[in-house]
């Protein structure tokens, strides 16, 4: 059966809404001129959770939001309970969290192996909020690594920032270290690497609108493995993944859950950023 999907936003986004559906197979179709379609993309810019809204009041069955832009963690938890009780599917397409190599990652950790350390670095283009590169970045060690996040400082360093601070789960607690910059060379990217004590795992990510292979690594004293690369994009894989949602039984909002525990992390460093 085909989901007609439309979309909300700037001119540029719509070009990027309009890429991304002829990317996909004719399970996905564009909605005619002027109509809601059942799959709704609404652009992450500011002002995001009121076109979010507005669409579940007009009955739409999914929502993919696509970067959504830094906002009060109580505006995302007001969506995720409108869109629970309505029975609408959120996902968010979110460029390095979102990334398919990220979910691998995760599915190859070991629970019996504690984690000395998590760092992560992250370049964004000029034009990209600090408070945005920042969430971003703790989503992505969140995705890839689990666990809860706490920044202890962060301190503004030339053209970027250095954030320090504290990643638990359960009994083990390591220290996390996040650097962040801009650079309108080589596009978006973002490296997360965790130490453990018998080894170490890493992602590389990239621009989520471009299929090519981010690479997940896990180590041990023996040598690294590549884990077999997923040519896909996050915003297709986001997609995707909201379609299997409409498939099955109830509403899934728990990306909205896990993006406001994100905000909530930075909310108390936003005047340093």
């Known amino acids: 059966m085909s989901l007609t999907v439309s979309a909300t936003g700037s001119d540029r986004f719509m070009t990027i809404a309009r890429a991304l559906l002829a990317s996909l197979p004719r399970t996905f179709v564009a909605a005619g001129d002027g109509e809601r379609g059942r799959i709704v993309l609404v652009e992450g810019a500011e002002g995001w ?11 739409v069955s999914g929502l993919l939001v696509v970067e959504p832009h830094p906002v009060a963690p109580r505006r995302v938890l007001e969506l995720e309970v409108t869109a629970r009780v309505a029975g609408t599917s959120v996902r968010l397409a979110r460029q390095w969290a979102g990334d398919p190599a990220v979910s691998a990652l995760r599915r190859a950790s070991r629970e019996d192996d504690p984690t000395t350390l998590v760092d ?12 945005q590169l920042l969430v971003a970045q703790i989503d992505l060690v969140r995705s890839a690594f689990g666990g809860d996040v706490r920044i202890e400082s962060l301190v503004r360093a030339g053209d970027g920032y250095l954030a320090s601070g504290r990643r638990r789960i359960g009994a083990d607690d390591a220290p996390l270290l996040l650097s962040g910059c ?8 973002a490296v997360a690497r965790e130490l453990t004590f018998r080894g170490r795992r890493s992602v590389a990510v990239g621009d989520g609108t471009i299929a090519r292979a981010s690479v997940a690594r896990v180590g041990t004293a023996q040598g690294d493995l590549t884990l077999p690369p997923i040519n896909e994009t996050a915003y297709r894989a986001a997609l995707r993944q909201l379609a299997r949602d409409l498939a099955g039984a109830g509403s899934a909002t728990d990306d909205l859950l896990s993006y406001a525990d994100a905000l909530t992390v930075t909310a108390d460093w936003a005047g340093l950023l």
Do not use: Q
Request: proline share 6%; aromatic share 4%; net charge negative.
């Open 49 to 59: 959770i009121d076109a979010a809204l507005e669409a579940i009041a007009a009955g």
């Open 120 to 131: 992560s670095t992250a370049v964004a283009s000029p034009g990209v909020g600090s408070a």
């Open 182 to 189: 801009w650079s309108d060379i080589g596009g978006p990217r």
